[in-house]
């Protein structure tokens, strides 16, 4: 299964070298095939110079300019039109995750999951570093009322490190995000409209050079706006927008049924905790 990593970037120079020099490092080390697409968000630090720098070594590095206007989920957006692999990651630039968790990653789609959703909170295992105090507690609230909401069992909507398979990408459209709040989008509609996921236990640490992007006081209304939006498709679609396969017949109380799922423990082997039937 060959991974194609999204890395949006939006004058990220300082961190992008690393990040892409230690996620080509992972992927080649546990032999998986990949392709490192870096999408320059209007850059004016010279990100895309250092990215080109690298792919003149590493054929499988591309940098491409967004076709869209500026925003992390349109930049995101312009990488998922992109991306020729079976299955893609999102990542971000700032050198926040771990390359390692790719690998997780892999073996959870190659498990046959849909998607792998990663929890930097799950079960203790999950790790966490240098995360500004109010920014923690807003994200636990808000990843809590989250769950809440849809009832599907996973804390971390709101992280952008995520990996599909290709159907996935395809099911969702169209998306409808044009910024931080396409993290909650793809993931919250995967799981409504009937994919399995496996929930990876991830590290993650503040970034070390450059500024963050997210703008919490632009985002919470176009956050609100996505979750109501799939909310409502969840209760109110009769089931229009399910994978292919699955039954869209109602349950009483008006829910749909989107195929048998297993809700279990940890498998062996596999670091992926299987996906709960709540639709």
């Given amino acids: 299964m060959k ?70 989920g349109l930049t995101v957006r312009a990488g998922l039109d992109r991306f020729q692999g079976d299955a893609v990651a999102i990542m971000m630039a700032d050198g926040s995750d771990d390359p390692a968790d790719l690998v997780q990653y892999h073996r959870v789609l190659e498990d046959g999951f849909d998607c792998a959703l990663g929890s930097r909170f799950v079960g203790g295992r999950g790790r966490v570093s240098e995360y500004p105090w109010f920014k923690l507690i807003l994200n636990r609230l808000v990843n809590w009322g989250i769950r809440a909401l849809f009832r599907h069992g996973y804390d971390d909507t709101t992280n952008a490190f995520k990996a599909y398979k290709r159907e996935v990408i395809e099911t969702v459209q169209p998306l409808l995000s044009n910024h931080f709040n396409l993290t909650v989008e793809i993931p919250l509609k995967a799981i409504v409209r009937g994919h399995s996921y496996g929930v990876v236990p991830i590290s993650w640490r503040g970034r070390s050079s450059g500024t963050s992007k997210l703008d919490l006081r632009e985002m919470g209304s176009r956050y609100a706006f996505i979750v109501l939006y799939v909310l409502l498709e969840r209760y109110m679609s009769r089931g229009d927008y399910l994978k292919p396969g699955l039954d869209p017949k109602p349950r009483r109380g008006g829910r749909l049924r989107p195929g048998r799922r297993t809700r279990g423990e940890n498998q062996a082997g596999s670091p992926a905790q299987r996906s709960r039937d709540e639709h």
Avoid: K
């Fill in 3 to 72: 991974l194609s990593v999204v890395i949006p970037a939006h004058n990220e120079a300082g961190s992008i070298a690393e990040c892409v020099s230690t996620t080509t490092a992972a992927l080649s080390g546990a032999a998986i095939d990949y392709e490192i697409l870096v999408i320059d968000d209007a850059s004016t630090d010279g990100t895309s110079a250092v990215v080109e720098h690298l792919a003149e070594s590493d054929g499988r590095i591309h940098c491409y300019r967004s076709h869209y206007s500026g925003g992390f």
